[in-house]
């Protein structure tokens, strides 16, 4: 009786960079949701502006702001008369502890 | 924890007096123009405040909350249209604090790391405020 032991590193080797990059997105977008969980709402417009932009291959930002909600940074960090109410540094922080299983959850099916 | 911590932060500032020369008057009932999350409404400028963003606890060898990982903005803010002042005192900052010891009641420090710089304007009825400041991280363990 033989056996036939066919390397999957070929294979591996071509989705890994896909995979990685799909790794990336899934961290970006947890960080986004997470932030948006934590964001002090008034109007709803800073929490709507919050989204993920993929600025390259397996490279991702979360944006909080667009043209109409740009004072995200003074929330983030604080007016002259209003102290910071962080939001995005927080979400990132804490996200930062799930990458390992969101990065297992993707590679699983490698 | 936060409290010993920003006892020590504070403590680190408030002993400086390169960094106290760059400030303003403090404001009354105040020995320095440095405050935790918010000025009074009097404070002169230009003064500093500081304020933790972000506190995560990470597991080691089974302790859930062996060490703690803080995140720390501490800023300048300057009525002014010039950066030049804020960023001044940003840079005395960062000489204090980045990777300097810190003396924290009931923790050991591990590390405080200056992460990212702060640096914005703001405007206010016509007048131009600048903040220029830093995020600094902060371990410390059991």
Known sequence: ?110 | MSVATRRAIYGKLAGDTTLNNLLGTPASGYTKSIYHLQAPSTAAFPYVIFQKQSGTPTEAFGDPSALENEVWLVKAIDRSTSADVAENIQARLAVLLNDQSLSISGTTWQYMRRQSDVDYPEEIDGVQYVHAGSLYRLVTSD
């Not at chain 1, 890994?16 to 709803?44: S, Y």
């Not at chain 1, 600025?55 to 991702?60: D, F, K, L, N, R």
């Not at chain 1, 990458?99 to 959850?105: L, R």
Request: cysteine-free; charged content about 25%.
């Open chain 1, 1 to 110: 009786m033989s056996a036939i032991y066919k390397s999957r590193l070929p294979q591996i080797e071509a989705e890994l960079v896909a995979k990685m990059d799909a790794v990336a997105k899934a961290v970006a977008e947890r960080t986004e949701q997470a932030a948006e969980e934590r964001v002090v709402v008034a109007t709803g417009r800073l929490k709507g502006a919050i989204h993920t932009d993929h600025t390259g291959e397996g490279e991702y930002s979360v944006i909080a702001g667009d043209n109409n909600a740009f004072y995200a940074h003074i929330i983030e960090h604080g007016s002259v008369h209003v102290g910071a109410r962080p939001f995005l540094v927080p979400a990132l922080e804490q996200v930062r502890q799930e990458v390992p299983a969101i990065a297992k959850t993707v590679l699983r099916s490698l």
